[in-house]
């Protein structure tokens, strides 16, 4: 087999990046070591930036997410039970969210792909890329026991965290900066109306707690928990009177309990690799990076990386420049340090954190009052929550 873009990952990044390269005439197979089924089912991120949105209705693939999807013109923080709303849509001149989980996402794409002839291989086994440093990279890979193989001009890889395309790039060929949050989120899902229209993001003396959404109909909640904690130490009852009282009086008040229907804990992390390119070798999304998910970054910035590497190949074939193909991952990495410093910021106004004593937590709390009172800080909150512009 030959494609021009042999792309590693079904995910969003990878599946987001092929219909972005068959828009501009490159071809490109996909190879995905899960089956569609996994992929969808995955329960993540459910926030989507305004350039994500804006980019799914460019695609055409937007059908069903502006008839069921939650636009959001604001969010809360709560210090201590007490709420404020911050208006985004006013403090960045009409820019939104919108609330629409990533498996919805998934779906859209993969059923486009599929009305669109994309090449995805589900399944395959023992992935490897190879020659990543010459001018003529291939994979190979096992599918129902045979031996494959793909060549290509340039490989994507966007295989997430644990996936083969960072692992085969030399050690000494990258830098990685790392850090390891002392504390998980325990999430639950629900099909149970939300406690409020808009995410809800509180900081209490015995934690961080979320209220989100997935639809007007089912509730995603999250509570900071003990990184070692275990699922079994949290039946359901436990878990709504905790995250009631870290999400204050007023939000208790609107909490409809009930059976969650799933459970999980997620560690938290920041991680990034640079550079994001290594020979005709580029990463993209989990890949490259991690987020932890206060802000929800994640799959936003996925969507970005692929902007930015759709945009390079595709000058690359129209034109012969490299230029693009060149500058993807300085360009890329502006903007992932940009993310990857709110999320950390947010993350470290709105969680306790083992090692803080009384001075630190009033610390916390003035921060949080600072925003509550100064339009500027506000501004600077919306401006990252929207996201930044692409440059």
Known sequence: MRSQIAIIGAGPAGLMLAHLLQREGVDAVILETRNRDYIEGRVRAGVLEQTTVNLLRQLGIADRMSREGLVHSGTNLVIDGEIFRIDIAELTGGSTVMVYGQQEVMRDLFEDAAERGIDIIFEAEAVRPHDVDGDHPYITWREHGAAKRLDCDFIAGCDGFHGVSRACIPENAVKTFERVYPFSWLGILAELPPANHELIYANHERGFALASMRSATRSRYYLQCPAEEKLA???????????????????????????????????????????????????????????PPTGAKGLNLAVADVIFLAEALAAFYRTGSAAGIDHYSARALARVWQAERFSW?????THRFPEMDGFARKMQVAELNYIRGSRAAQTMLAENYVGLPLR
């Open 233 to 291: 130490d949290w039946p359901d009852e436990k878990f709504w009177d905790e995250v009631c009282l870290r999400l204050g009086p007023e939000t208790a008040a609107r909490v409809v309990r009930g059976p969650a229907f799933e459970k999980s804990i997620a560690p938290l992390r920041s991680f990034v690799t640079e550079p994001m390119r290594h020979g005709r070798l580029f990463l993209a999304g989990d890949a490259a990076h991690i987020v």
């Open 345 to 349: 910021w947010f993350t470290s106004i």
